[in-house]
């Protein structure tokens, strides 16, 4: 199968009700840098937050090229999320905080690339509190610097603002995935609407966005800490962007893509994958088996010479939930053919799949969980 990535994330659901006031924080924050560190080599800033936050994101803004966010590291534990490159720097995030000493702890773990006077600016852009409230922090606007291998070159951190409050007050979580109780698949599903949403630099003011769990028209870190909050238990799966090529399990059941428009699966969870003229498509075979316990394989019988190209309009669903899992197979698709040279390739994949945006700066399938299962080549 070859991939044509894309800038979207995973399919997100979720309703609300009732108003919940923001809370204000009791203390500062600050950041500490080391005093000085070596060009490529690693090493963390020191990000102090009150100890009423259990959730953080906001932007490290370094001069373009100067240095990379590599890392994120809470200190007493919790949830962190892969630092996702913005202009002018890199958003961060994590959830499930806990305070250590009277604060929490977050280290910032960078790469500087050159050497210099190295400035960093951190900005705030949402916290909550263990429940999921949202939190109006005091200190939103931190810079440090940090000398870099002994070199002379001041080198500046562009200037940016925090984001300030959501337009409109958080309201109380319901299932994001469509089930009857908040779970860990509801949290899978938020955590790549986080992911595409923050690579698309399009975090708010997106009034339809299905990944606004709270519904206060940001799709943020508080998101995640109010559904996590919202589970009967909290379960931390595996995070992982890969997409891994492995043989073939023996599956539950079998969907045969035979279509290849973008359309959605008519009735989630019945055992059939068809959209609403009967037709199984890729997002209807995804969404069906992710509703379905066990391992599905999806296979390919389209109409057209190898490869066939599948166009998305907008992102697919998740690969995978904590009840299922699924292992698609391009291969499978008439007219194509597997490598079997020892040097170059005679391939010929069986599917080329399509995203709508111009740039690749996201992926088309976002596995959650490590035990999904998933081929691909090409």
């Given at each position: 199968?070859?991939?044509?990535?894309?800038?979207?994330g995973?399919?997100?659901?979720?309703?609300?009700?009732?108003?919940?006031?923001?809370?204000?924080?009791?203390a500062?924050?600050?950041?500490?840098?080391?005093?000085?560190?070596?060009?490529g080599?690693v090493?963390?800033?020191?990000?102090?937050?009150?100890?009423?936050?259990?959730?953080?994101?906001g932007?490290?803004?370094?001069a373009?090229?100067?240095?990379?966010?590599?890392?994120?590291?809470?200190?007493?534990?919790?949830?962190?999320?892969?630092?996702?490159?913005?202009?002018?720097?890199?958003?961060?995030?994590?959830?499930?905080?806990?305070?250590?000493?009277?604060?929490?702890?977050?280290?910032?773990?960078?790469?500087?690339?050159?050497t210099?006077n190295?400035?960093?600016?951190?900005?705030?852009?949402?916290?909550?509190?263990?429940?999921?409230?949202?939190?109006?922090?005091?200190?939103?606007?931190?810079?440090?610097?940090?000398?870099?291998?002994?070199?002379?070159?001041?080198?500046?951190?562009p200037?940016?603002?925090?984001?300030?409050?959501?337009?409109?007050?958080?309201?109380?979580?319901?299932?994001?995935?469509?089930?009857?109780?908040?779970?860990?698949?509801?949290?899978?599903?938020?955590?790549?609407?986080?992911?595409?949403?923050?690579?698309?630099?399009?975090?708010?003011?997106?009034?339809?966005?299905?990944?606004?769990?709270?519904?206060?028209?940001?799709?943020?870190?508080?998101?995640?800490?109010?559904?996590?909050?919202?589970?009967?238990?909290?379960?931390?799966?595996?995070?992982?962007?890969?997409?891994?090529?492995?043989?073939?399990?023996?599956?539950?059941?079998?969907?045969t893509?035979?279509?290849?428009?973008?359309?959605?699966?008519?009735?989630?969870?019945?055992?059939?994958?068809?959209?609403?003229?009967?037709?199984?498509?890729?997002?209807?075979?995804?969404?069906?088996?992710?509703?379905?316990?066990?391992?599905?394989?999806?296979?390919?019988?389209?109409?057209?010479?190898?490869?066939?190209?599948i166009?998305?309009?907008?992102?697919l669903?998740?690969?995978?939930?904590?009840?299922?899992?699924?292992?698609?197979?391009?291969?499978?698709?008439?007219?194509?053919?597997?490598?079997?040279?020892?040097?170059?390739?005679?391939?010929?994949?069986?599917v080329?799949?399509?995203?709508?945006?111009?740039?690749?700066?996201?992926?088309?399938?976002?596995?959650?969980?490590?035990?999904?299962?998933?081929?691909a080549?090409?």
């Amino acid at each position: 199968m070859r991939v044509t990535r894309l800038r979207y994330g995973a399919v997100l659901f979720a309703l609300s009700a009732f108003a919940l006031p923001a809370q204000a924080a009791s203390a500062s924050s600050a950041v500490n840098t080391p005093l000085q560190v070596s060009q490529g080599v690693v090493s963390a800033a020191t990000l102090r937050l009150p100890a009423s936050v259990a959730a953080v994101e906001g932007r490290v803004l370094v001069a373009p090229g100067t240095a990379d966010l590599v890392g994120v590291a809470p200190v007493r534990g919790g949830t962190a999320l892969t630092p996702v490159a913005i202009p002018d720097g890199f958003a961060f995030g994590a959830y499930h905080l806990k305070p250590k000493n009277g604060a929490v702890t977050v280290r910032l773990v960078l790469l500087p690339n050159v050497t210099g006077n190295l400035q960093m600016r951190v900005l705030i852009d949402a916290a909550a509190d263990k429940s999921g409230t949202p939190i109006a922090l005091g200190t939103t606007e931190m810079t440090a610097s940090v000398q870099v291998s002994g070199g002379k070159d001041q080198l500046a951190a562009p200037s940016g603002l925090a984001r300030g409050a959501a337009p409109r007050k958080a309201s109380v979580v319901t299932p994001a995935f469509g089930k009857a109780q908040v779970g860990p698949d509801d949290l899978d599903v938020v955590r790549a609407g986080w992911y595409a949403t923050h690579a698309a630099a399009t975090t708010c003011n997106q009034p339809s966005n299905a990944a606004d769990a709270n519904r206060d028209g940001c799709v943020d870190i508080v998101d995640l800490q109010a559904v996590a909050a919202a589970q009967r238990s909290s379960p931390q799966p595996a995070e992982t962007r890969s997409v891994a090529s492995v043989a073939a399990p023996n599956p539950v059941r079998t969907f045969t893509v035979v279509s290849t428009a973008d359309t959605p699966d008519k009735t989630p969870g019945n055992g059939l994958c068809a959209d609403a003229v009967g037709q199984c498509t890729l997002r209807a075979a995804l969404t069906e088996s992710n509703w379905l316990t066990g391992l599905t394989r999806i296979n390919f019988n389209l109409a057209g010479t190898a490869p066939v190209t599948i166009q998305l309009s907008s992102n697919l669903p998740n690969v995978g939930t904590s009840t299922s899992s699924v292992y698609v197979d391009g291969y499978s698709q008439p007219g194509s053919r597997v490598n079997d040279l020892a040097h170059g390739t005679d391939a010929v994949p069986g599917v080329e799949i399509r995203g709508a945006s111009a740039t690749s700066t996201d992926w088309i399938f976002y596995t959650p969980r490590a035990g999904t299962r998933f081929a691909a080549c090409c």
